[in-house]
């Protein structure tokens, strides 16, 4: 069983409709825990009472049949070697399969983060990626403003998106680094010509076994 665990309904939202194309064939259960994060925050201490807030809220929905768990919340990300480790269970961060998804496509990929908080947790990591894979990487930051404040307006949401893709030039990919993004991948990608990578679509793609264990893909695929 793989438990997903939600910090907005949104992305509670995006992944239900995600699922359901691959028809039921993931074993899968929600946890939403909305308290978790302030959507409209433009700041987020990755500190020990995040930390502690995570794993209580995780702690509640554990019911011993899990296998894995997966964070849906990108700013929490950086939590999951340790969640790993004492709940002894592999922990999937939100971004890890888009990443190797994105540099899959090459090296300078357009980063689309909503959640302001989330942004340098999801470049950290690409850079980590990237350098353990010994490719360049440049990040290209596609929105300046906390999109995620209106996540729940899907026509908004979309639009902003679709027309900061279309802005961006010179690059390989656009990487939909959060899970809320997802159900707008296909207007994002009709305001661009490039790859449109989805997190959580490569982390759905990962967990059905269509990608090799490290993520990694052929672009577009």
């Keep these: 069983m793989i438990l997903f ?3 907005a309904p949104v992305s509670l939202e995006a992944i239900t409709a995600a699922l359901a194309r691959y028809g039921g064939a ?5 946890a939403l825990a909305p308290d978790l994060v302030d959507p409209n925050a433009m700041a987020f201490e990755q500190d020990e009472t995040s930390y502690a807030k995570l794993l209580a809220a995780l702690a509640k929905h554990l019911r011993g049949d899990e296998t894995r768990v997966v964070l849906s919340c990108s700013v929490f990300n950086g939590f999951a070697p340790r969640l790993a480790t004492e709940l002894a269970l592999p922990v999937e961060r939100s971004d890890d399969a ?3 998804a994105a540099l899959g496509c090459g090296s300078r990929i357009g980063l689309a983060v909503s959640y302001p908080p989330s942004y340098h947790v999801v470049a950290a990591h690409l850079k980590a990626v990237a350098a353990e894979l010994g490719r360049p990487v440049t990040i290209v930051p596609l929105l300046d403003e906390n999109a995620f404040a209106f996540a729940g307006e899907p026509e908004r949401y979309g639009a902003t998106l679709a027309a900061a893709s279309a802005r961006a030039a010179g690059l390989d990919c656009i990487f939909l680094a959060q899970f809320s993004m ?3 991948a296909a207007k994002v990608a009709r305001s661009t010509d490039l790859p449109v990578i989805s ?3 490569a982390t759905l793609l990962r967990l059905s076994g269509a990608l090799v264990p490290s993520g990694e893909r052929n672009c577009g695929s």
Excluded: I, N, Q, S
């Design 199 to 201: 997190a959580l679509e």
């Design 5 to 7: 665990l939600h910090a």
């Design 26 to 30: 993931l074993p899968v259960r929600h």
């Design 182 to 184: 997802d159900p707008h």
């Design 98 to 100: 888009g990443t190797y």
